[in-house]
């Protein structure tokens, strides 16, 4: 019987011992704080639509600002999109390097802004080029924009319009050169 009583007051001890220890904890412990993680951005350009020429490359440029309380890192995807002539150079810039790749990825620390780039280079097609950019956080994936670029380049002068526009700009310079020497000539006194 003596052991029955060790026993009960040693599982009597336990008891008391673990809900002591299960209030403290709950009561006095410092509460965890959960963090909440903060993922939002914005992917804007004030240019979408440009003209160009053949032989020049055009820029378009527009801005990844990360607008969480977190940072994060973002896929960037181009998509050329029809009737873009395949034969004109498109490539895609970001975090200051240029490369012909259709993805990539970024980081930006929170609060800050990094630029992307889309460089579109026109051959001797005429034509016009649709490109897409999709950014997407891999904080958040379903936080996901877009902004689609269009460059439309003509060819340059005709080689038989050049003519015709040197002939003309060569008559305009004659007549002019001729009213000038008309109101210098002498007058003749009778």
């Given at each position: ?5 060790k026993i009960g007051a040693t599982l009597g001890f336990i008891f008391v011992s673990s809900v002591f220890c299960f209030t403290g904890l709950t ?164």
């Amino acid at each position: 019987m003596r052991s029955l009583k060790k026993i009960g007051a040693t599982l009597g001890f336990i008891f008391v011992s673990s809900v002591f220890c299960f209030t403290g904890l709950t009561i006095c412990a410092p509460e965890a704080d959960a963090e909440v993680m903060d993922f939002s951005f914005t992917y804007t350009s004030d240019e979408t639509l440009k003209v160009g020429s053949f032989g020049d490359t055009t820029i378009f440029e527009s801005i990844l600002e990360n607008t969480g309380t977190d940072a994060d890192t973002y896929e960037i995807v181009m998509t050329v999109n029809s009737p873009t002539p395949p034969e004109w150079y498109v490539a895609l810039c970001s975090g200051g390097v240029c490369h012909g790749n259709m993805a990539d990825t970024i980081y930006v620390p929170a609060g800050a802004q990094d630029y992307i780039l889309v460089e579109v280079g026109p051959e001797d097609t005429p034509g016009e080029a649709s490109v897409t950019v999709t950014v997407t956080s891999w904080g958040n994936p379903a936080l996901s924009e877009s902004v689609t670029f269009h460059l439309v380049a003509h060819g340059g002068i005709p080689l038989t319009d050049r003519w015709g526009l040197l002939i003309l700009i060569s008559l305009i310079f004659a007549s002019g050169f001729y009213l000038i020497l008309r109101r210098l000539r002498p007058v003749r006194v009778k």
